[in-house]
């Protein structure tokens, strides 16, 4: 009743009977397990959320355990109302030593409240006790970007509702935020094509072969103050193509970045694309514009804010191989989440961080 090639090798190994038994086992164990997925289909419960056309497949699929387990970091979020002011209260310009030319004319009982509030959410006890430190200066810088983005950027960070962004948005109660990166520069000088570091396995690379330097190829402004277009498809035929390819190594890159976003915020390709047509941009999603505006958002803040604060910063908090400042991207906001804190308002009770003007409206509160 035993199949030839069992009763051979049991005859040449007449002791051990173990060895194919656990082999059978295994084996029927594995087509019982996908028998019984196709009959009763997959145990665990899914949420799916259409992202394009009926018919597309453009869909994002999570377990539902996934879902309510949601984010850890949102428990941490430290909120204090705001003081609703009243004529003649003192601003706090005038009654501290050390304050943000941003919140100046905040007043003083509302700066004290926002004060305890981003030493909350960067883990620093003693920010903006020190008019010396380091963490002051670029504390101040910090407060300019944050209401710069909540104003001039709205479309991305307040896209599907008012969302906002504070400290607490890449910090999460550390002084330094996690997911910041640094250049890597030219690694591989003697690899043709990008300087990359290429197929090896890495953080930045997402434990993939894909280049490492995508960040910096399309974040950071190039010497004439352009970005590289992020692109992949020119249309053209790959036969006639040489080793060096700058089309192929365009998709290299390219599909870096990509992977690099699909990871930050817990997403798939037809999250923003349709994948039989990448470079036809009729047929993108609604996300594909915000994440646009993300990226580009991004490139400013980088530029304005993050790459200047580096004159500010002790040799320890700059980066080991280039010496350049730690820069921010996706990940440091989203942390593996579409919406951030999973679309928390964080910056419902601080009007002071959502505008660059001065004037803080805090009749909602009244």
Known sequence: MLPKWFNDWNSANPTNIYGPAIVIGAAGGAVFVAAMLVAWGQPYATESLQTGPRGTG?????????????????????????????????????????????????????????????????????????????????????????????????????????????????????????????RVGDVNEAADGWPAIQNRVTMTSNFTSLPSTYLEQYLLANEDGSYTPIAVHDLSARVARQPGDPGIQNAEMTF???????????????????????????????????????????????????????????????????????????????QGQQRPLQGLNVIGMYPELATTSGDYDYSAFE
């Open 256 to 334: 870096g970045f990509m992977n690099y976003i699909d990871n930050s915020l817990g997403v798939g390709c037809t999250f923003c694309h349709n994948t039989r047509a990448f470079y036809d941009a009729g047929q993108v999603t609604p996300q594909w514009a915000t994440a646009q505006l993300g990226i580009q958002m991004v490139q400013e803040m980088i530029a304005e804010y993050l790459i200047p604060v580096g004159e500010l910063l002790p040799p320890e908090r700059l980066g080991p191989v280039m010496a350049d400042a730690p820069m921010a991207a996706c990940r440091t906001c989203h």
């Open 58 to 182: 453009m869909e994002r699929v999570e377990f539902v355990s996934t879902l309510a387990a949601g984010d850890p970091t949102v428990a941490g979020f430290e909120a204090i109302e705001p003081i609703v002011p009243r004529r003649g209260d003192p601003l706090a310009g005038d009654e501290y030593d050390v304050v943000p030319p941003a919140l100046e004319n905040v007043t003083a009982a509302n700066y004290e409240r926002l004060l305890t509030s981003m030493r909350a959410w960067t883990g620093i006890p003693d920010l903006l006790e020190d008019p010396d430190s380091y963490q002051t200066q670029v504390a101040y810088r910090m407060i300019e970007m944050t209401q710069n983005l909540n104003e001039n950027w709205s479309a991305h960070v307040n896209a599907n509702a008012e969302v906002g962004v504070t400290c607490y948005s890449c910090h999460r109660g550390q002084a330094v935020p996690n997911n910041i990166w640094f």
